[in-house]
T-cell receptor, first 120, second 113 residues
């Protein structure tokens, strides 16, 4: 398996433009996560899906951000309009029960390489 | 999920053991200790996890104190490629959240030749 795939790897855009980040999870994984990483705030969970349904979007910063998962193999994170403070590395991750430990299943998350977004 | 405390940075000589501590004094009985690491410019990578027994895999060993209030991740023979930020995370093992992770600031480990 190629792992989690994200595109583009780098995006430079101007303030006010729409930005769309894409993610292809590992085949068979039923959870998908979007994270954002900045120097100031570290790694933050934005939203996650289970079986293509958004479960928790409490980390989405504001209405300018939206995420969709139209099918099990594709998800998008959209920012419209973009602002300079949105500049960050955006990671996508996927997971599925990885095994058992102490009688309980656990989920190892697999992360993609990230998209580095720069908003000028 | 319980909060964790880690030193912001550590150094280790190449070939020596790297011992990374983590305090989690408010851990609950059903919470596991997970370790991930993030090499520069890459996404985080799972290392190991445990409940109360010590654990070992091909990457590292995890030592959890008897009262479970702290743990230590051990890289037995650190290499330059182990230079990364190491995150200690406490969470329940199975909670129908797919392994949802809340990252702290982590420990930046520098392995020096």
């Amino acid at each position: 398996d190629a792992g989690v795939i994200q595109s583009p790897r780098h995006e430079v855009t101007e303030m006010g433009q729409e930005v769309t980040l894409r993610c292809k999870p590992i085949s068979g994984h039923d959870y998908l996560f979007w994270y954002r990483q900045t120097m100031m705030r570290g790694l933050e969970l934005l939203i996650y899906f289970n079986n293509n349904v958004p479960i928790d979007d409490s980390g989405m910063p504001e209405d300018r951000f939206s995420a969709k998962m139209p099918n099990a193999s594709f998800s998008t994170l959209k920012i419209q309009p973009s602002e300079p403070r949105d500049s960050a590395v955006y990671f996508c991750a996927s997971s599925s029960p990885s095994g058992t430990s102490g009688g309980a299943s656990y989920n190892e998350q697999f992360f993609g390489p990230g998209t580095r977004l720069t908003v000028l | 999920d319980a909060k964790t405390t880690q030193p912001p940075s550590m150094d280790c000589a190449e070939g020596r053991a790297a011992n990374l501590p983590c305090n989690h004094s408010t851990i609950s009985g059903n919470e596991y200790v997970y370790w991930y690491r993030q090499i520069h410019s890459q996404g985080p990578q799972y290392i190991i996890h445990g409940l109360k027994n010590n654990e070992t895999n091909e990457m590292a060993s995890l030592i959890i104190t008897e009262d479970r209030k702290s743990s230590t991740l051990i890289l037995p023979h650190a290499t330059l490629r182990d230079t990364a930020v190491y995150y200690c995370i406490v969470r329940v093992a199975t909670d129908n959240q797919g392994g949802k992770l809340i990252f702290g600031q982590g420990t930046e480990l520098s392995v020096k030749p």
